[in-house]
Each structure stands twice: as structure tokens, then as C-alpha cells.
């Protein structure tokens, strides 16, 4: 068994898959976790979620208080709660529709209002009615929690092989018998494609088409402050949550930059729904990036260097304006930051499918190959869980949840491609 992909969603399908006897080869074409499971904002939430992710994310909040100990590592999980702000009496009905979705699985979610909102998050001074607080979400440290699983599951018998790309796929009587890396090849029955952002690129040398875009979110973290709110929280101006060195994560809770680039044109009737729906969030810009991924060969053979060999991580600029205007905003609503230092700002590319749910699936069209990417900016969260279902898939053990709505076949049977906010 090899596992393309050395993120949260990979290293936790790797360590699921070695603890049930599989032999497995995790094959990283950089470090562990460099990219966008390093870059998240931290958040292990069910609130807000597409209705379609809720189960599995249920079973995601399950197993993340237990992974410190699973691994034998410090992951930095807490769970301390997130808070969705509102403006305006519309927001708060519809935020309270939303919560009807978690009544099945019995969480502390509600809505909440004055003296019970300053107490979940004490010296607010936003202009906000109310809003969502699920006391059962969480947070964890995306530094920590990829390494910390790949070690694990090395334990366990994994091989873990980073600045290790696959260059590509071998096949016998039409089921996957191998892969070949740029060190040399390894004979195996299954591949899981968990590449996060590449996957789009992998997949197609394969003949899949997968619709797959990024999305590049800004984030920046300030020293320890003390006194600042435990719980996160988020609006459309900003959102933050606390770190475990008692400093802050801060980001837009709005606005990604959606870069130009080929693939924009070749997929922009598929994601025309989720434009319609999230056009406000999303700042399109045409620059460098459109050259360098039309430079990248979409086909290649297994003998010669792929792109994963030239850019080994993908690490854009963040943008020095969400930065400023995020800062400026959250010390306008609580005082407290205002006297927060910035230490270091970072981006990251998320992949985001047409319908913003990701792919947990075999592929019919090659036997053998299975997908665990996709997951939209939802992935850090909810990763052990999808590695859990898909080592499931994959050893034809009962599911943890129904895997329905992860299928791979949804962007071909005539499903329709559109975001659910759930409201």
C-alpha cells in the first residue's frame, strides 16, 4: 500500500492503515505537513459545517482528545469551543437553523446572546446581536499534528519517505501493481492519492479528471498575549484562536485570493454555483501564477522528473494587506489586540472541489486507486476521520459513516456541484 501525500489527511490514512497490519509506504515529495496542514488556521470544528461533512467530522471530534495519547506525541488539542459572531437578527435565525443539524448527535451547540455571549467571549466590543457557539469544537497546533502522525504511524511499521515524489502509477491486467518514485519503484496493489493541492495535476497524467482549484488564505500569529479570549471566534472582518504558546492565530474570516491560472478557464463552468454562491469571499487576481503552472507538463512519463520534483513545497507570499486589515479590525473589536505583536504572517494554497466536499473514494476507472483529498480548507479538522474512513474503503471493513457523499463518481453521474451552507 503506498500513500501519496504527506499532509494530516495522509499521514492519518497511513497510521490508520498500519495499525490494521497493512504494510504501507507514505511517499512525501517534500517534508511532512509543509504545505497547507502546516498553514490551516488550527480549527477542529463541526459548526458551520457543509451538512454533508457533519458525520464524519462527528467522528473526527471523537478521536482528536485521544490522539495525543494514540500517538505518544503532543498534537496541541483543546477543546475550547468556537464562537460564529452575528450582526443582525437574520444571521442569528440563520445560524440557529444551522444548529438543527447537530440535534441528532447531541453537542453543546447553541445560540447565545448578552451576558452569556461576554462570558464565552469576554471583552467583545463588536457590534454583534449574538451568536453560534459550539462548546464541542476545538483547536489543535498544525505544526504539530502531521509530524506527530506520520511518527506514529512510522512506529507502527510505516515506511515514511519524504523529498521522495511519485512520479506516476504501474499497472498489471488493469489493477495497480506499483508506483514509481523518483528513487526508484514500489510494487504494491492500492495507491491512496491524499496530494492536497497537486492532485489535480497527478491524477490527470493518469487520465482522471479531477476539478480541483486553489484558494490562498493569509494568516498571521502574534506573541504570547495574556488575557485575550480562550474560545475562537470568527466574522466576516476576521477570526481568531488562541495558541498554545498563548499567542494568537488571526485571519480574514472572509476574503481568499483566487489566483488566475489555466485550469480557471479549463473548470469555470463547474464552478460556476460555488462562484455565485461565495463571490463576495474570493479576490481574483492575474499574476506570476498563471505562467508558472502553464509552464508544469500535464503529461509525463514514469522515466523522467515530474513537477512535484521542482517545487517540492508550495509556499506563497501572504498578502500584506489582509494582514494589516485583519490586525486593525480584531483590535477594534477587542481592545486586547491592540496591544498584540505580530511574529510571523505565512499563505498557504487550499484545494477546494466544485462543491466544496471532498473525495474519500476508490476510482472506478483504475482498480485500486483511491482518493482522500479535496477537502476545501476542512481537512486539518477533520483528518483522522477521513483516514479512519478511508482505510475502511480501502480494507472493505463497515464505514464509519456512509461514504455517499465523498464518492469520486459525483462529478460524472450528473450529481449536481454546489456549496451547502445549510442554512
Known sequence: MVVIGGGIVGTSTALELSEKGLRVALCEKGGIGQEQSSRNWGWVRIS????????LMAEALRLWPGMNERTGRELGYKKAG????????????QYERWSEHLKPYQFDCRMVSGAEFDAVIPGCEDDVKGGLFTGADGRAEPQLAAPAIAEAARERGAAILTECAVRGVETSAGNISGVITERGPIACDAV?????AWSRLFSGNLDIDFPQLKVMNTVVRTEPLEGGPEAAYWTRDFAFRKRRDGGYSLASGSVNVVDIVPDSFRLAFKYLPAMQHQWRDLRLRFGPRFAQEASYARKWRNDEPTPFEYTRVLDPKPHPKVVRTTLKAAAEAFPIFAKAKPRQSWAGYIDVTPDAVPVISGVDA?????MA????????????AAGKLMSEIITGRTPCVDPHHFRFSRFSDGTPLKPDDGF
Open 366 to 370: 483504475l482498480p485500486g486507486f483511491f
Open 373 to 384: 483529498t479535496g477537502f476545501s480548507g476542512h481537512g486539518f479538522g477533520i483528518g483522522p
Open 192 to 196: 491512496v492519492l491524499a496530494g492536497g
Open 48 to 55: 458551520r459545517r457543509d451538512p454533508r461533512e457533519i458525520p
Open 82 to 93: 468556537i464562537m460564529f459572531a452575528c450582526r443582525t437578527d437574520k444571521q442569528m435565525a
